[in-house]
């Protein structure tokens, strides 16, 4: 018996979830031929539109009632979290007896119910990523069919623009197959440290009736708000932008297919935005204290976020985002891409600083990997004569350049110990980065495509000081011709 009767949540919420609008059974087959017809045609158009690809042995969209619904995803949820509460209760030092957990599974249980069945009838689709198990393309029949009779818009054209948005949440995960772990690593972590010991209990306790009407206040993120320290909320904050990204491109994919293949869309657009703005006062707090609005603000503040930056550099550019663990996993034992240090400036100008001679977190092997060690050797060390560990790296690379320097001549006094080591990356608006290392200084110049906006041409430019010892390179990862 675990601490949550994912069981017992699965009845809960089949229990309570509203009935869907009345069709006829000869209704409902068609319907659901006609989403599944839906999700296929939606795969060119978001591929090309969005210029990723879903693998061509994906499955098929699985249609699904308001019941299956909810069971797929109590099993993602115990699939997320059991391991999560498991870690909880070892950190807490105390595990309940058999009778315990039975009772508070049932509670618990009863509750992820309740809130299964209260989202199973507002849910149109959902890209499951399935922690654990197999993702699937979730679309909800009865959720489309009441919501294309509420908006009163073309149901053809409504099942189309619903599955764009889908389809591009499952093209953001399989032509990115880090993301999925990224975010279930994400959520578990911040499961973990968002659940509050018996001092914090306390102080919330003291603190509710103080903070509660932050709960039910317009912008905020719901009930972590009453729970979060400012380092939590810090990391909500992380895991919120990532969504953002997410669902804004999804929203800017399902709107720039456009009437080439959605003749009504401009008109669904305007009566679904107006829809998600007018719920009910009863709805709107109840979404405020689940997070909900903040989830309405991810589609808005993602999708502007994501149209800027295409107007900029274009859907190749903005793809970047997705870049270094899907485009260049090669780099990731000597490329710390998970903690960069990212400064804003005035006027678009922005600079990153990625910590180089560093294994990335997403490695997690043990010893001296190959990059790490022909990094060394680059430098004059001996690997295996190294007497550190492999987070030792950086700082023996660093003292062996200033040494080496001595010897050939070169002056690093003015340079910091990461300035050595690290790619000091400079942003300059709208479209030239520049990485700045001692040795040698690369550009990438982004220029639009003379006829087509969705394309852009990218150029990279290495430059160096001429010198006469083949010593005397940037490094390697710069790519500089031998």
């Known amino acids: 018996m675990g601490y949550v009767d994912w069981e017992f949540a699965k009845t809960t919420g089949r229990t309570l979830v509203p009935a869907g609008p009345v069709v006829s059974p000869a209704e409902a087959r068609a319907e659901v031929e006609a989403i599944r017809a839906a999700a296929r045609a939606a795969r060119e158009p978001v591929a090309e539109t969005a210029r990723m690809q879903t693998p061509p042995g994906a499955p098929d969209a699985l249609v699904v009632d308001r019941a299956t619904w909810i069971a797929v995803n109590a099993d993602s949820m115990s699939a997320l979290l ?15 007896g058999p009778a315990a957990q039975a009772v508070g599974g049932k509670v618990t249980g009863a509750e992820a119910g309740a809130l299964l069945a209260f ?82 209990i306390q102080e919330i306790a003291s603190r509710v009736t103080e903070r509660l009407p932050e709960l039910f206040s317009e912008g905020g993120t719901g009930i972590a708000e009453l729970f979060a320290t400012p380092e939590q909320r810090e990391q909500l904050a992380r895991l919120t932008a990532v969504m953002s990204l997410l669902e804004g491109h999804a929203d800017v994919v399902m709107d720039d297919v456009g009437p080439a293949h959605i003749p009504s869309v401009a008109e669904i657009r305007r009566k679904f935005t107006s829809r998600r703005r007018g719920a009910g006062a009863p709805d709107r707090l109840l979404r405020r204290l689940l997070g909900l609005e903040a989830k309405m603000r991810q589609y808005r503040d993602g999708a502007a976020f994501v149209r800027a930056v295409q107007d900029e550099i274009g859907v190749d550019g903005f793809n970047e985002a997705y870049h270094v663990h899907a485009i260049h996993p090669q780099i990731l034992p000597v490329f710390n891409d998970y903690n960069a240090q990212i400064d804003l400036y005035p006027n678009g100008m922005s600079r990153m600083v990625t910590k180089f001679a560093t294994e990335s977190p997403r490695m997690g092997q043990d010893g001296l990997n190959a990059g790490l060690r022909a990094t060394m050797t680059e430098v004059g060390l001996d690997p295996d004569s190294f007497s550190g560990n492999k987070s030792d ?30 790619d000091w990356n400079y942003a300059i608006f709208p479209n030239i980065q520049m990485g700045i290392h001692p040795e040698g200084v690369s550009m990438l110049y982004f220029r639009p495509h003379a006829t087509d906006p969705r394309k852009f041409i990218f150029d990279v430019i290495v430059m160096m000081h001429p010198q006469e010892s083949p010593e005397i390179l940037p490094p390697a990862y710069m790519g500089l011709p031998e």
């Open 119 to 200: 989202m199973a009838s507002k849910v149109l689709g959902q890209y499951d990523i399935a922690p654990g198990g197999t993702p699937t393309l979730l679309l909800v029949a009865p959720n489309l069919v009441a919501v294309a009779r509420e908006l009163d818009v073309d149901p053809a054209d409504f099942r189309a623009w619903v599955c764009m948005h889908e389809e591009t949440h499952r093209v953001q995960f399989t032509a990115n197959p880090w993301l999925r772990d990224h975010l279930v690593a994400e959520a578990r972590h911040l499961a973990v440290d968002l659940a509050p010991d018996q001092e914090r």
């Open 393 to 422: 790296v950086r700082k023996a690379i660093q003292a062996a350049k200033r040494k080496r320097a001595e010897a050939l001549g070169l002056d690093y006094s003015g340079f910091l110990d990461n300035q050595l080591t690290d």
């Open 82 to 96: 059991d391991p999560a509460v498991d870690a909880i209760v070892e950190k807490r030092g105390v595990t309940p």
